[in-house]
């Protein structure tokens, strides 16, 4: 599908510039698909260039390209070309000023290369006579008397290329750093030294460093220029981190110097756009809207539908939203035009949300209006009433991107107009429960699920034949909402029930009698039988009831539970695929772990939880003067669920799902910082909690961050991390007076251990290190020796804590110490025999 080497070429006439005294020129760049013998997607663009600017052949190629691919559908132009020849065949060189080697009514052919290279070879006007006839010619540099292959710079930006879009920033900057470490570039290693200081650049850019972006950018610019370089790329980046860093009044210079050079046609929109941003940020608010407007009104509008550039859309969205007063009309209308051309990028997303949820407040317990972003949004996309079911669609994804920067009122209300107009769909009522979960609303989580299976009550899973149903909404309707179908109204007897794991599969025991250690068992789950494989929407089915399972848990509902695990356990036998490999492995998660914690508890534990209907009251709704425990986390916090202490004081869980302790740092704005806010929000002021976070810090967070470059090593990721969540543990006391017991990282997955134990010795520390008007309301868990079996190599970490020692002993601190056995679960979380230990560590701290 690539254009050959002669199916899009460069046309070159002289000018006088009208506007200007002095030369300019006109280029035509035309496109013919596979040499001309498909003319469907023939395509000229021209450019008009004037003396002073400095664009290169890359240059004028790179925005047809650009310019190609946005204005053509059903074809795209990849922005890989190595060579610019003549009509006779002579290379010249793709980045040199095109000014300085064209000729009057001279025709150049653009060379493109292999779909797996992005080699954009830089070729010397000098190539003997010899290399023209070879693919690959070489340039001898004569200070080093070495061959450099043409296409060596291309395969060097290849691989940057290829890491830059994999995240692997620190890969990056060591293969960079290794380029441009040795000697000053000469001609035949400038490319390459650029390259690699712009692709630093990016890297301190992606982690927020705009001043060390800055440096790199002005080196490259200083190398591009001594050798004869486009400068244009490297100018734009710098403007880019300029802004990133808030020097706006260098940013300013820089973009203005960029546009007194460029054409004045669709190449300058992002500049104007940028120019247009930067004013705005320095108060020139008049001038910043007089440049955005230019953009997109004649002769600009006219010439490039300039409502089609992403730039400029994103930069009209920001200012008009900014200003005082903010506009919602016009910034909503560019902005989902903008999210329709990229919906992955994150400016639009995050403006967007903003947008839709300004002027709500915080308290997710009000009942408010909607926002005036939301009512112009379903004005233009039909009103929220709107019978159109491809709306719905567009409602869901919005509410996505809500979610993901915590503006949960925006969510909540999209995903219902989403779930009105598509009531069938599960996948849209999943999301809804899930938002629900995430502002702790759960009634109305189960109130959805009711509502859907009602109006849903045919909806199934059938066999592996796809006979007879096996699951109904129907089913888990009366699972859900009525009294255990075993138990007679009105009978006497005692009745109970215990759960076993094996297997992998969970048993449900029903026992009836007064004394339940003589209990005759019936086992009521079903044998598995043959599989197959899972539709989505059949998936989706599935992670309501496994949600369902996992909010019922949350309130302390847990007569519900039987009924729901003895309904799903066949159909998890059902699924040929892993159910932890599907889209709903973390609902199967939570519902696994649910049901292997239960199966560890007693039976009197389930017997002190009697059956109840749905109209009695959850269990988390404990009143204050009972004095419960609240257990404030990730999933750990699960297994000391509805746990008895002293004194019949139940351990309550408030289950944060999916959090890290980087989620909850000042800047953050991703969801769970959302949940953790109204989880933090149902608990009473001045309550006794232990707090359980940081798992899944140790566990993927910082060995990613480290991976991305953001820290130099793990033990910086560590201890900024800390930083950031002692600030959070200090809020938590001065907002609503708790006393907090810090639960220490369970050390439970070999394969990140030593990652565990030494995040533990840094947050030990960091705890007792607090000042002294938090350190009384603020306690360590003196947990962690008693959860692993006594060996030299744990003695050794703990006894003289050292954080180099636990991290440079890496995986063998996994391999050679083990979990105390009877604390082992499910290989991820502690089993529920280890709450003796936690009571022990807890009346040890509150005794201090």
Known sequence: QLPKSRSFWLHYTTHMNEEKEGRGCTIYVHFEKDGGLDHSFDFTKRFVISDEAKLTAYDVIDLFCADFNRSVTGFSLPKDFSSLYTQAGRKLHLHKPLL??????????????????NDIGKVKENVSESSKSSSTPNVTNNSTSQTVSIEDDGKFRHQ?????SKKLYRQVRLVCENIIKDSAPTSNTSMSAIIALESLAKVKMECNDGQSATGYLRKAIKIATKFGHSTLGLQLNLVKALMLEKEYEDAFSAVSEILSVVPYDRSALE???????????LGRVSEAGETINRCITPPLASETNSMGNLAVLVSYGYISMSCQPPLVEQPLSALLRALSMQADN???????????????????SRKEPDSRGLQELFRQLGGSGSSKSSTAPAFALLANVCKDHSAMRPCIRLLQNALSLE????????????????VGDFEAAISTLVIFCERNSTLAIRGHLQEAAILTCQDLLAAVRDQDDFVAVGEAAKVFYSFRWRDECIEVHLHRCEDPTSSTVTQLTSQPGAS??????????????????????LQGRLSRLPAIYRLLEPVRALSATPLHTTLVRNEHAYYQAIGQILAHKSATFLEALPLQSSLQPPLRDVSPSANPLYLLGDSHSLTSAWSKLPSQRLVVPKLVTGVKQWHLRADGDFYPKAHFQCTVDSIPNGSEVVVLVGEIDCREGMLLAVERDKYQSVEEAMKTTLQQFMQVLISLVKRKHFKIFVHPVPPVLRETRHLVMAYNILYEQSIKSLPKAFAENIRWLDLLPQLLMTSPLVNEVLTAPS??????????LGQETHLREELALDGTHLSPAYVPLLLGAYQKAAAL
């Open 160 to 164: 940057v290329k290829e890491l830059l």
């Open 346 to 364: 994150k400016r639009v997303r995050e403006l967007l949300a903003k947008l839709l949820n300004a002027g709500y407040s915080s308290d997710m």
């Open 532 to 553: 197959r494989t899972l539709a989505d929407s059949e998936l989706d089915l599935l992670a309501l009831s496994f949600t369902a399972a996992k909010i019922f848990f």
């Open 423 to 438: 009531p069938h769909s599960a996948s849209y009522a999943l999301n809804l429960i899930h938002a629900h979960e995430i």
């Open 271 to 281: 500049y104007l756009s940028l120019k247009a941003e930067i004013l705005f940020e």
């Open 100 to 117: 300085e080697f064209v000729d009057h009514l001279e025709d150049y052919f653009v060379k493109c290369v292999n779909p797996n290279l």
């Open 803 to 812: 954080v180099t020692l636990a991290l440079s002993l890496g995986p063998r």
